[in-house]
T-cell receptor
């Protein structure tokens, strides 16, 4: 079974400041991990994914995340926030199951607010 | 590719009416997922299909909800009869065959309002 915990349902940063959104996972099998972003009135869009290659994963819009097995974490970062980054962010985990399908378990989401 | 297509984008209906939501997955994807998103419950997986066959419908809230996938390019989620508590945004997502990258691609959603 897999689960994801996102710490902080709301995060507020100033424009130009570091963005750090936290995600911890639990998985009984080696995980695949994902970050999705949802802008208002839109569907979820994939930001980046970890699939057992490099532990530091780079995604779109300048975001990156680091897989840390010892900490069971997959935190999302961006060096400098932009107003356009304001959105809701979801962390998700999938187990590498054989015959189990591509089912994802999502976290509860973190709303990112960017202030001038 | 056009991505996952959902229709309608908005649906307003009265309690007791039948509602049908439609989804066209990305061509070549053999997994299809239906989710519901509300402020109170967040993003919930309702049901998913593999090669048009329902695999897990444990998230379907009750018998009023049903989903079908008659072919690889079309799926429906039906609510009959609808109730105000069904008001939510319903998303469809698809993903490529198992053993590939596992990520799901989401449609724009259908915003359902039941009055």
């Amino acid at each position: 079974a897999q689960s994801v915990t996102q710490l902080g349902s709301h995060v507020s940063v100033s424009e130009g400041a570091l963005v750090l959104l936290r995600c911890n996972y639990s998985s009984s099998v080696p995980p695949y991990l994902f970050w999705y972003v949802q802008y208002p009135n839109q569907g979820l869009q994939l930001l980046l994914k970890y699939t057992s290659a490099a532990t530091l994963v780079k995604g779109i819009n300048g975001f990156e995340a680091e897989f840390k097995k010892s900490e069971t974490s997959f935190h999302l970062t961006k060096p400098s926030a932009h107003m356009s980054d304001a959105a809701e962010y979801f962390c998700a985990v999938s187990g590498r199951l054989t015959g189990g399908g591509n089912k994802l378990t999502f976290g509860t989401g973190t709303q990112l607010k960017v202030e001038l | 590719d056009a991505g996952v297509i959902q229709s309608p984008r908005h649906e307003v209906t009265e309690m007791g009416q039948e509602v049908t939501l439609r989804c066209k997955p990305i061509s070549g994807h053999d997994y299809l997922f239906w989710y519901r998103q509300t402020m109170m419950r967040g993003l919930e997986l309702l049901i998913y299909f593999n090669n048009n066959v329902p695999i897990d419908d444990s998230g379907m809230p009750e018998d009023r909800f049903s989903a079908k996938m008659p072919n690889a390019s079309f799926s429906t989620l039906k609510i009959q009869p609808s109730e105000p508590r069904d008001s939510a945004v319903y998303f469809c997502a698809s993903s490529a065959p198992q053993g590939s990258s596992y990520e799901q691609y989401f449609g724009p959603g259908t915003r359902l309002t039941v009055t």
